[in-house]
């Protein structure tokens, strides 16, 4: 068999027709509904106990961490009251060894020593008259709580969460894994550390990146409808969205306001479908999962996050390599290849280790439609020490990678289409003219080429949506998410702790907003600077 016929076989083991869209949308409802109504299920629907979204006219000056992938962020946000905010960060890559760590308390305590670096170097008037009333106060306790940065902490992993900053972590994902930390409330750890270093800084809210880009999205762009979903596309995947409270069947534990009859749900969905009813099922996806640390877990997020779609590939490529019928990256002498001389892979090449080829390359896959494939050739060599790979060994390598990349973008639609059918909003005559707005971030979204593209074309697919509802639907990147989206619910966290009510603060937010239009909480409560 020729090397492209047999390519071409692979990539249509990667297709995914609208049919199986269409069934999987139909899956994806019913398993949120059922993640509504009890605990344990595959899609575990969380609700997070905010109960609103901003309206752009908040302002404050707040403090955010960010833990989910393979850098954590630090950050101050000035949000201006305008739609506008000013964000200082650092951002430091975790070191693998803590991601595996023996206890939480390593991983935790570094974290706090990077929030001390922050301070000391962006916020360092702050710091040090912090540490001068710490020195000259008789009760170590005396010194006054405004002068304590509230900080929102986001944290990208699948938590049970039993207050606005409370809650335990279910398990790890995206190759974290610590067992000492399951079942422990992670704002604790952190806060522990933080005491441990003497910083004014008060965990005030708990927040999962998805709901952190709901938020910074209604915020950056509020319209009549307000954002109806925030999406991660990225290292992992997941989504959180808007639900009516009366949907919500299971019970909750927490305080939270029920004036709003809404309730920001975090589906945890790189969990859907954990029992492969309708999702698409390769040898090597079952090669990936079970080399997995969570096998049999995380299974939709297998199939649709950056962490994982360069691994399905490699894994494709080391069986392409083992298959004695195709000469793929092996030509018998430099006459046979069209570009340099003979093709050969290191033997140390990264291609031969799990993990070892990086998603960034299925991008320059696709966007290199140059003739020669002479750009996807050099980053083969440079990143995986393929070297003088043929013309016919790229065009393969592109097609197979182009294919794995379209099945995550028509997977992906799946799950932004059960949620806009979910809402209603799309034949809800109120709304007739309105954009169905959705915030998304992630590197694949970002930066693979036509992934947007490709949702769309799945979209129009969709019994429900069609070509009409695909237009109404607007999919926005909304840009530091999670850091603007974590300062958003600490805002309304510090509220929550001048002891109003929650009903009384919100109701206070909706008057203030109505009576001046300019700010949602008086400047002077809400900055803590
Ligand atoms: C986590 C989610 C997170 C998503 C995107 C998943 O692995 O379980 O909590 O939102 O990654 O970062």
Request: include cysteine.
């Amino acid at each position: 068999m020729t090397l492209e016929a047999q390519s071409a076989a692979i990539a249509a083991q990667f297709d995914y027709t609208d049919d199986q869209v269409n069934n999987a949308v139909n899956e994806f409802r019913r398993q949120m509904t059922e993640g509504l109504e009890k605990d344990g299920t595959s899609l575990s629907q969380i609700p997070t106990y905010v109960t609103g979204v901003p309206n752009g006219t908040e302002k404050g000056l707040y403090m955010a961490v960010d833990l989910g992938g393979t850098n954590f962020r630090v950050c101050s946000i000035q949000l201006n009251g305008d739609t506008t905010f000013n964000l200082t960060f650092t951002k430091v890559a975790i070191p693998r060894k803590l991601m595996v760590a023996k206890t939480a308390q390593e991983l935790f305590a570094f974290l706090a020593k990077q929030i001390e670096l922050f301070l000391q170097k962006h916020h360092e008037d702050h710091f040090e008259q912090h540490v001068r009333r710490r020195m000259t106060m008789s009760s170590p306790d005396g010194y006054k709580d405004e002068h304590v940065f509230r900080l929102g902490f986001t944290f990208s992993f699948p938590v049970q969460q039993v207050g606005i900053n409370k809650g335990t972590l279910i398990r790890w994902t995206k190759g974290f894994d610590i067992p000492d930390a399951v079942g422990k409330d992670v704002c604790a750890l952190l806060q522990d550390e933080i005491d441990k270093l003497h910083l004014p800084v008060k965990v005030a809210a708990l927040v999962n990146d998805t709901v952190g880009t709901l938020m910074a999205r209604s915020y950056s762009s509020p319209g009549k409808t307000g954002t109806v979903l925030g999406a991660i596309f990225g290292t992992g995947t997941n989504g959180a969205y808007v639900e009516k409270l009366s949907n919500l069947k299971k019970p909750l534990s927490g305080e939270y306001d029920k004036t709003t009859g809404e309730m920001v749900i975090n589906t945890e969905w790189g969990s859907f479908d954990n029992q492969l009813s309708v999702l698409p099922n390769t040898a090597w996806d079952v090669a990936l999962d079970k080399a997995s640390p969570n096998p049999g877990i995380q299974m939709y997020e297998k199939r649709v996050s950056g962490m994982f779609l360069g691994e399905i590939l490699r894994l494709v490529i080391i069986d392409l390599l083992k298959d004695p019928k195709v000469s793929f990256f092996k030509d018998e002498n430099s006459s046979s290849n069209d570009w340099k001389s003979t093709t050969n892979i290191a033997s140390d090449s990264s291609i031969y280790t799990q993990w070892g080829l990086d998603t960034a390359i299925m991008s320059v896959a696709a966007a290199d439609n140059t003739p020669e494939l002479s750009t996807l050739r050099g980053e083969l060599e440079k990143q995986l020490g393929i070297y003088s790979a043929g013309l016919d060994d790229a065009q393969a390598f592109k097609a197979i990678a182009n294919a794995i990349g379209r099945r995550s973008a028509r997977l992906s639609a799946v799950a932004i289409a059960a949620i806009v059918l979910q809402t209603g909003k799309l034949t809800h005559p109120a709304n007739a003219d309105e954009p169905i707005d959705i915030g998304v971030d992630g590197s694949l979204v970002e930066h693979y080429p036509y992934f947007r593209d490709m949702i769309y074309e799945a979209l129009r697919a969709i019994d429900g949506i069609g070509e009409e509802g695909a237009k109404r639907i607007r999919i926005g990147i909304a840009k530091d998410g999670s850091g603007v989206g974590a300062a958003l619910i600490a805002l309304v966290a510090a509220g929550m702790e001048k002891r109003l009510t929650t009903a009384d603060y919100l109701g206070e937010l909706r008057s203030n907003a109505k009576s001046n239009n300019l700010t949602v909480v008086p400047e002077d409560d809400a900055a803590q600077d």
